[in-house]
């Protein structure tokens, strides 16, 4: 069965610190794969997707992410974490074709401390 | 301006009186789905609907149901509410429900329900 794991469920990184969210799935072949954020009170917002090709991709509120087809990973990165940036983060994953089938993760709430 | 709105956006309500939450998009979208979000479970999807009048259960639909007589609504109809039910409640919408462009979803806001 298809599994999406953020290990960290809560981190706390300083401002202008980098930051790294961990995501692992499995899956036989390449999923699509996503992270949305959700900021308090708010609903989710996608901040980057994988389809294909580039393994490197790049979002919106300059977060990045690699998949790494050998680890089964797709970890979102930002070289400096802005205050705003606090919220909970999932990540995704989608099987096959259908909307329906999109996975997500537990989630990992950021807090940042000035 | 593009956007999926619930109504309400928090509820308190007592067991056993039926209730609805009402889901609408303005982007044309073909598909439709309900979340629900509890502490350490993430998004768990309740129901789906590919198109209009095309509805299908997700991982968790026990005591719920849902209608998608038109395309821009697709309301979420708690029968009898339990205190189980008690969650947030997100719905999402995207452009086509048969390729990858389908996983790219658009949330509402959130509806907060309180069964007591």
């Known amino acids: 069965a298809q599994s999406v794991t953020q290990p960290d469920i809560h981190i706390t990184v300083s401002e202008g610190a980098s930051l790294e969210l961990r995501c692992n799935y499995s899956y036989g072949a390449t999923p699509y794969l996503f992270w949305y954020v959700q900021s308090p009170g708010q609903g989710l917002q996608l901040l980057l997707k994988?389809?294909?090709?580039?393994?490197l991709v790049q979002g919106i509120k300059g977060f990045e992410a690699e998949f790494k087809r050998s680890q089964s990973s797709f970890n979102l990165r930002k070289p400096s974490v802005h205050w705003s940036d606090a919220a909970e983060y999932f990540c995704a994953v989608g099987e096959g074709t259908g909307a329906n089938n999109l996975f997500f993760g537990t989630g990992t709430r950021l807090t940042v401390i000035p | 301006e593009a956007q999926v709105t619930q109504n309400p956006r928090y509820l308190i309500t007592v067991t056993g009186k039926k209730l609805t939450v009402t889901c609408s998009q303005n982007m044309n979208h073909e598909y439709m789905s309900w979340y629900r979000q509890d502490p350490g479970l993430g998004l768990r999807q309740i129901y789906y609907s590919m198109n209009v009048e095309v509805t299908d259960k997700g991982d968790v639909p026990e005591g719920y149901k849902v209608s998608r007589k038109e395309k821009r609504n697709f309301p979420l109809i708690l029968e009898s509410p339990s205190p189980n039910q008690t969650s947030l409640y997100f719905c999402?919408?995207?452009?086509?429900?048969?390729?990858?462009?389908?996983?790219?979803?658009?949330f509402g806001p959130g509806t907060r329900l309180t069964v007591t």
């Open positions: 994988y389809f294909s090709g580039d393994t």
């Open positions: 999402a919408s995207s452009l086509s429900p048969w390729d990858p462009r389908g996983y790219e979803q658009y």
